[in-house]
């Protein structure tokens, strides 16, 4: 079943500046961070060579300094909060709930390498990176396939469980499903992600206000619940 969501709820789930867990995301890993210093370095000497060559005005160069600066820290945020954009600037958004109709595990190229071996001879080395797909689906016939990196969390996944997500659409009706977010298995408390797009506790608060509600428990496909305004959409 889909369950429109008001705008406002919407815009609460998918935060419009990076999250904690966006922002660690995003962050990367060591040598990503080198990278960012790296640029930081180098954008501050640039800067004072150009105040020294132009005899620039301290003010305008302190200010470009600290951004310059400080990239390594707000390069991440920047990153998160292009991409909540993108999800945001749907019109519509409603919470999906269905079940896990089929689970498997695939690999994926996430970069490669050129090496010499002993006999001098180049060699490409892949990187792959072990992934869990999903098909989730409803009783409509309607189903959403999701892939994820494998994590050792997801050996508690099992066909038939309950998944929840958010979906976004720029139809009214939700009748178009554009986009979908990381995906929620309430029973085992279990998040499926890649990049996590929603605030997990504001998330989890929906969630348990439908599951309780016997509206929500009753809810078909697509339609509308008569109460809790400030979660529902409201239009007819």
């Known amino acids: 079943m889909i369950i ?5 709820k919407l815009e609460q789930i998918i935060p419009l500046i990076a999250s904690g867990d966006q922002y660690k995301y995003y ?3 060591f040598n990503n961070f080198l990278q960012r210093l790296l640029i930081s370095v180098v954008t501050v000497v640039v800067i004072l060579l150009i105040k020294n060559l132009l005899q620039l005005d301290f003010g305008l160069v302190f200010v470009f300094g600290v951004f310059g600066g400080f990239f390594w820290l707000w390069y991440p945020v920047y990153q998160a909060s292009i991409r909540n954009f993108k999800y945001r600037s749907y019109k519509y958004g409603g919470f999906f709930r269905g079940r896990i109709v089929d689970w498997w595990i695939t690999e994926k190229v996430i970069g490669k390498q050129e090496t010499v071996n002993n006999r001098g001879e180049l060699v490409i080395i892949e990187n792959r990176e ?5 098909e989730v689906g409803d009783n409509t016939g309607f189903t959403i396939e999701f892939d994820a990196p494998l994590r050792s969390t997801h050996k508690a996944i099992a066909r038939g469980q309950v998944a929840e997500m958010l979906v976004m659409s720029n139809s009214d009706d939700l009748s178009t499903i554009e986009e979908f977010s990381n995906i929620y298995i309430p029973g085992r408390n279990l998040w499926v992600s890649d990049y996590p797009y929603v605030r997990e506790d504001l998330f989890s608060e929906v969630s348990r206000r439908i599951r309780s509600s016997p509206r929500g428990r009753s809810q078909t496909p697509r339609s509308r619940p008569e109460s809790d305004d400030d979660y529902y959409d409201e239009q007819p």
């Open 4 to 8: 429109p969501l008001t705008r406002q």
């Open 27 to 29: 962050w990367g890993k």
């Open 130 to 134: 072990k992934r869990i797909n999903l």
